[in-house]
T-cell receptor, first 114, second 117 residues
């Protein structure tokens, strides 16, 4: 079953606007990661936030984590057409035979129009 | 120039044929992974390997096989037993699978798209 679920499934904005994507998860985590995937390409790691952190910044990216609500958000400020991609959250599986492996959500498809 | 490579970019499989997807990394990472991605979906784990000569099944291992004879290489074979192999296959690596810090970050290859003739 999916650990992380992104919301919305698709998001379309104009260049220069901010884009916010959300991720909810079910079980306790050590950390949560966000990845980006351009169409037909591999995933690229964006940022990792640990369970004892509430907010983290990297360039135009801001990630928040609320462990009480089991949710995270990714904010991309001043979006550019090059930000068009799918964005996935990933958490670490803490149970079963695949303990320690990442579980990915289905992603949010972001389209930034010039 | 360090990184993780996959080949081929596109692969066509005939009915009843086994095909092998290549994955190579020069990042000196211990852990390697194979994922399958279907359209509009997230990634599902096929197999993973924490160390040379050791690998474990993921969530959807049926119809697939792997080997890990060298640290740098983790090839995936899609066997004829996999009845619905059409998908995008992604290989990834990480420094260490068990640590709880940034070592869990995975680095992905560019992917192989497998199509059935």
């Amino acid at each position: 079953s999916q650990q992380g679920e992104e919301d919305p499934q698709a998001l379309s904005i104009q260049e220069g606007e901010n884009a916010t994507m959300n991720c909810s998860y079910k079980t306790s985590i050590n950390n949560l990661q966000w990845y980006r995937q351009n169409s037909g390409r591999g995933l690229v790691h964006l940022i990792l936030i640990r369970s004892n952190e509430r907010e983290k910044h990297s360039g135009r990216l801001r990630v928040t984590l609320d462990t009480s609500k089991k949710s995270s958000s990714l904010l991309i400020t001043a979006s550019r057409a090059a930000d068009t991609a799918s964005y996935f959250c990933a958490t670490t599986r803490g149970y079963g035979g695949s303990q320690g492996n990442l579980i990915f959500g289905k992603g949010t498809k972001l389209s930034v129009k010039p | 120039d360090g990184g993780i490579t996959q080949s081929p970019k596109y692969l066509f499989r005939k009915e009843g044929q086994n095909v092998t997807l290549s994955c190579e990394q020069n990042l000196n990472h211990d852990a390697m992974y194979w994922y399958r991605q279907d359209p509009g979906q997230g990634l599902r784990l096929i197999y993973y390997s924490q160390i040379v000569n050791d690998f474990q099944k993921g969530d959807i291992a049926e119809g697939y096989s792997v080997s890990r004879e060298k640290k740098e290489s983790f090839p995936l074979t899609v066997t004829s037993a996999q009845k619905n192999p059409t998908a995008f296959y992604l290989c990834a690596s990480s420094i260490d699978r068990w640590s709880s810090g940034t070592e869990e970050t995975q680095y992905f290859g560019p992917g192989t798209r497998l199509l059935v003739l």
